[in-house]
């Protein structure tokens, strides 16, 4: 799995300072992430994508929870079996949702 908020890396020596591409403030090269992004960018943008991900999840798994509720799941399993597929509708919801807001963020320009 890639590791998006490592440091560029490979750069030895001295670092300039180089703006970051999001908020434009002046930090040393080996700060930024492989997106010219500084680390206070990057706190920010990692807490807006957990929470823009819990919606996304959120916006899947309800409708599944609603359905298995109301329409019932037909005796075809206790009512507590379906916890695990409600579950694994959370964890992909959370994963697509991470993908899709962090690329959404990334390519927002700051304020
Ligand atoms: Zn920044």
Redesign the pocket.
Known sequence: MSRPFDAAGGTSGDSPDTP?L??G?SVPESTLDRWN??K??RTDLERRVRRGQRVIAGLVTLPFLVWILVRGTGSVLPLYAWALPLLAAWYLGSRIGRVVVLNYLRSQR?D
């Open positions: 970051c999001h908020c403030t992004w500084c206070a960018c700051g």
